[in-house]
């Protein structure tokens, strides 16, 4: 392949968004690819200077670097874009999803774009599908997103603080502790981070800081480069490699005819006081203050207003007074799904972005109502601008927005501030509990400047030099630090299986102490039912866990205010609620005591389906009153099932007015198909009543709804199942009306999409049998396959004996072990890892699924693939039809007599390590094991306990080893001198926490590409 320079990027660059780059852009790229040079710790562009585009140069560096050696590259494979807060528009994600849109193999490219793509997918491998992948990371879903299949693929994510930074604490929230070293091995390695507006998140900088140190005292350093970059105007001091080193370089800059103009844009600011506002009731009199303003600057050309507030409740009620405008009210405590539809409707309507407010300079009046969700990452361009005052660094951000591209327009801006906050508060439990002494701080200085006050980036920069360092201070909010990362911190985390009951949380490590109140995610589906017995409460888990929920379909709000909200509710049907909550819903002041009342509510916490080595207060569970609020962790997901709490938190418009539900209320099958890539459909009343009936509906044949009531009036579908062929031709005729229903309404595109493919899977009758379901009221039907769909979010990791050894066929135990083993070492190989290394990873693949030979696993196996007839030479690793729910499954665990909880890899490691021959010319045999072990989240130090009175020894053939194996079936590894644990601190010590993980992390996930293409081969969409 020919080499990639410096000097091509900006060709590149053209191609990609039909632009050349900026004068800084170019100068960094060349900085980023001079030997000896590479990132440096800050960039120190003020906003609007199109920072996101370090994207385009980190990949383009990977890029010119794949000639290289793996252990000489030092351009990492993956590259996070962090912001710490809640963004409407996710501009960085929206940029690398452009860019890997043109690299895709289907896209016409320029020759330039063609050898930057081909570089690409060398590095990824022969198995990854594009050069290029894009993830954004959302919280709050536990099991919700793996979102890396491949340790290879060249990947984008775009991330908060919260759900990065978890996983390189190997914490992850929103995931299983089986995935843990999986997620923290990724992020931990071959990792470049760009922090944006670092100086809101000083303690993640720190903490990051702290894991570079830590990753190079391992005693053998793997060849996995960790970058970490902070961009923002006001870096921290100890950041001292800056780009740009000096002012003077950015004359080039200050003379581009797109830069320029944004910078010298002028941004003429008045003040204004909102008089008789009062701690405990300002709201009213603050709105009407807001709005008052904003219609003052919608004149002289200026139609597209901002209204930025420091509170939900202010937003909502300047929304409420305006309701007779045209008006789109963005707030943090939005679902993805209607916060995306939000944006891309206004956006179609009234061309908010950068790029589109330069093309459409007679936009149509509109007022934006937001929070501080708007004032990092959204690409919006205002034509004025209100205020409602804040710190000084949070008011520069929100102008960042007014006339963002420099347009020839009379911009203007209004900074209102409460009465009451005027002036420092006596007693400081009455300073504002976001922004403290930095509010009246900085409106007195806005005050002094008053008579020449201008937001403009070039006219307030003057005036921020001006300031000596102690009164700069004041005007921003005061930095928390992180506590000292010790070693022991370290040790804790990595302890995954079974991790300590006594660890640090993680969560002060991100944020400092006293910030941010810790999160839950709320979710609602209408085809739960509240219920008292077991065994209905077991159908309710088993529903959920074919239709699980996901991040776009979840509203996070602060746990405190969820716990409040239903302690204040007097009766089922009241939306009275405490007024304090409302006021405070973002405030990040300490959590309330929560209440011990045995108030009834209902409610399910899903933290997954459990497995065998699931703690108990990991564990899902129902919550039946009050008091159990207190049992809610930080990102936890309550699934919720009742309309008064949706009319609360999202809106009867949302909601649904009454007790109808509206339309998008329950979104589960549709980010099934749009997230997940698994077509799934829930048959309910309560959701069949929202889907689209035939417009042209033919009196010659029935329609979807009189086919379907019969299956949803019977008490069971059992009946229905009896004849396999005629389910088929029944569910076919429905799945087909409804799909042309939903073809006739745009809205329900998702709806047609997910018909069609329901209907591909069900002319398999096999496939049928696999995917139709029915844990309670009504069925389910799901694609026993995934669909590749853009930005879809991977399947959970399976880490229990059924789920990862299920597939569509049976496959043989050596066929898998082999497969296993050769993707293994190509891992390895790829990420420029040492020899004897390499030759251990394949060893491991070989070994790894031996101690399924346990002849009871067999019968399971067996059971499954009726008609197998397995010999000793041919051992099933994977059957076709293992039963999905737990019931079924545990049944058959027990007709085999298999022990509960066993784990197949604890009897592969006891049989490995007894054959001496085995180990006669291995240099890695304790790394080896350790693989074995580990290879499905165990052994992090410890072995689960099982009990197992079988007292048979199992003698195999290893054949792909030729070794003969054998050993007890109980292994005895719970024991403390079973070398399980001393083996994992001693690698621990060698490579280090992160880099025993990233040795993991290369293993697993070969192991599940493999799994995955015998599970469920991905069709075409």
């Not at 995935?179 to 990724?186: C, E, K, R, T």
């Not at 908010?352 to 990452?377: D, M, N, W, Y």
């Not at 004897?836 to 067999?858: C, E, N, V």
């Not at 697993?1004 to 799994?1011: E, F, G, I, M």
Request: glycine letters at 6%; proline letters at 7%; a negative charge.
């Amino acid at each position: 392949m020919s080499t990639l320079t410096a000097d091509q990027f900006s060709e590149f660059f053209h191609a990609v968004h039909g632009v050349l780059p900026f004068p800084w852009q170019q100068r960094l790229m060349q900085r980023v690819m001079d030997a000896g040079k590479d990132w440096p710790q800050a960039i120190t562009l003020p906003t609007a200077s199109g920072k996101t585009s370090c994207i385009d140069i980190a990949l383009f560096a990977l890029a010119a670097q794949t000639d290289l050696p793996a252990d000489k590259r030092t351009a990492p494979r993956r590259i996070a874009f962090v912001v710490d807060r809640r963004i409407i528009v996710d501009e960085a994600s929206a940029r690398a999803e452009k860019i890997a849109a043109a690299l895709k193999p289907s896209a016409k490219k320029s020759a330039i774009v063609e050898a930057v793509a081909r570089r690409l997918r060398v590095l990824a491998g022969d198995f990854a599908e594009d050069p290029l992948r894009v993830v954004t990371l959302r919280g709050g879903v536990f099991r919700d997103q793996t979102w890396s299949t491949n340790p290879l693929q060249p990947l984008v994510l775009c991330s908060t603080v919260d759900q990065l930074g978890s996983r390189l604490l190997f914490r992850g929230y929103g995931v299983s502790p089986g995935a843990w070293p999986i997620h923290a091995g990724l992020v931990g390695n071959d990792m470049l981070i760009l922090l944006d507006e670092a100086h809101i998140a000083e303690p993640f900088l720190q903490t990051v800081n702290a894991i570079a140190r830590y990753r190079s005292h391992a005693q053998q350093v793997l060849p996995a480069p960790f970058r970490f970059v902070v961009m923002s105007a006001t870096p921290p001091e100890a950041c001292n490699d800056r780009f740009p080193s000096t002012d003077a370089e950015l004359a080039p800059d200050r003379a581009h005819p797109v830069l320029g103009k944004r910078w010298s844009a002028s941004k003429p600011t008045t003040l204004a006081i909102a008089e008789g506002t009062k701690q405990a009731d300002f709201v009213d009199k603050l709105a009407a203050k807001l709005i008052a303003e904003a219609k003052g600057l919608q004149s002289d050309g200026r139609h597209v207003i901002a209204i930025l507030v420091n509170r939900v409740a202010t937003a909502k009620r300047v929304a409420e007074l305006l309701k007779d405008s045209p008006q789109i009210l963005l707030t943090g405590r939005m679902r993805p799904y209607d916060r995306d539809s939000v944006v891309r409707k206004a956006e179609e309507a009234y061309h908010l972005s950068t790029s589109a407010a330069a093309k459409h300079p007679q936009r149509s009046p509109v007022f934006i109502i937001a929070t501080q969700c708007l004032e990092v990452g959204a690409d919006m361009d205002f034509d004025g601008l209100v205020s409602e005052c804040a710190s000084l660094d949070a008011l520069r951000q929100r102008f960042g927005r007014l006339n963002r591209g420099g347009r020839p327009i009379q911009a203007r801006g209004t900074v209102v501030i409460r009465a009451d906050q005027a002036i420092v508060p006596s007693d400081v439990k009455n300073l504002d509990p976001v922004y403290a002494h930095a509010l009246p701080e900085t409106w007195a200085w806005l005050k002094a400047n008053e008579e020449q006050l201008d937001f403009g980036i070039d006219a307030l920069q003057p005036k921020l030099d001006s300031l000596e360092p102690t009164a700069a201070a004041k005007l921003r909010l005061t930095p928390s630090d992180a506590p000292v990362m010790l070693p022991a911190h370290i040790e804790a985390w990595s302890q995954t299986s079974p991790k300590p009951h006594c660890e640090p949380e993680p969560s002060i490590f991100l944020h400092g102490r006293n910030t941010s109140a810790p999160e839950i995610s709320l979710c609602w589906r209408l085809d739960i039912e509240e219920t008292d017995s077991e065994s209905l409460e077991a159908r309710i888990f088993d529903r959920l866990a074919l239709c699980p929920p996901a991040s776009a379909e979840c509203l996070t709000a602060p746990r405190w205010a969820v716990q409040q909200w239903f302690a204040t509710q007097s009766d089922a049907g009241s939306k009275r609620i405490d007024k304090t909550l409302t006021l405070e819903s973002d405030d990040t002041a300490g959590e309330p005591k929560p209440d011990d009342s045995d108030k009834p509510l209902f409610a399910i916490c899903w933290r997954g389906i459990p497995t065998a080595k699931t703690e108990t207060e990991e564990r899902s569970f129902i919550l039946r009153s009050v008091a159990d609020l207190k049992r809610l962790k930080p990102n936890d997901t309550l699934v919720l099932c009742e309309l008064t709490s949706a009319q609360f938190w999202l809106g009867e418009e949302i909601a649904g007015k009454g007790d109808k539900p509206g339309p998008n209320l329950d979104l589960g099958d549709r980010v099934q198909q749009s997230a997940r890539g698994r077509p799934t459909l829930r048959f309910h009343k309560a959701l069949t009543a929202q889907w689209p009936k035939s417009r042209t509906a033919s009196d010659d044949e029935p329609q979807w709804p009189e086919l379907l009531e019969p299956w949803l009036e019977a008490d069971s579908i059992e009946p229905h199942l009896e004849d396999l062929a005629q389910a088929k031709v029944q569910l076919q005729a429905i799945l087909n009306s409804l799909k042309v229903c939903a073809e006739q309404i745009p809205d329900h595109t998702w709806l047609a999409q997910t018909c069609g493919a329901l209907q591909k899977e069900i002319n398999d009758q096999r496939r049928l049998d696999g995917a139709i379901h029915h844990p309670g009221t009504g069925f389910i039907l799901r694609s026993t396959r995934r669909y590749r769909i853009d930005n879809q979010e991977d399947d959970p990791t399976p880490d229990d004996s059924f789920s990862s050894s299920r597939s569509s066929e049976p496959v043989l135990l050596g066929t898998h072990s082999l497969a296993v083993a050769e993707r293994a070492a190509q891992h390895a190989r790829a990420a420029g890892l040492p020899d004897s290394i390499i030759r251990a990873f394949y060893l491991a693949g070989i070994l790894h699924d031996t101690g399924k030979a346990d002849p009871r696993f067999q019968a399971m196996l067996v059971a499954g693939s009726p008609g197998f007839i397995p010999t000793a030479d041919h051992f099933l690793a994977k059957s076709a039809r293992l039963p999905q729910s737990r019931k079924e499954a545990e049944t058959q665990r027990e007709a085999a007599g298999y022990p509960k909880g066993g784990r197949h890899e604890l009897l592969s490691t006891r049989l490995s390590e007894n054959a001496a021959e085995l180990w006669q010319d291995v240099e890695e045999k304790d790394l080896v094991l350790h693989l074995i072990a580990s290879h499905h989240g165990y052994c992090r130090p410890f072995a689960p306990i099982i009990e197992d009175s079988y007292g048979a020894k199992l003698i195999v053939t290893c054949q792909a080893a030729n070794q003969t194996l054998s050993h007890p079936a109980a292994t005895g590894l719970e024991r403390l001198d079973s070398g399980i644990g001393e083996r994992f601190w001693q690698l621990q010590a060698r490579f280090g926490s992160w880099g025993l993980a990233w040795l993991e992390a290369l293993f697993r996930l070969a192991d599940q590409q493999v799994s995955a293409n015998e599970q469920t081969p991905i069709q075409p969409a």
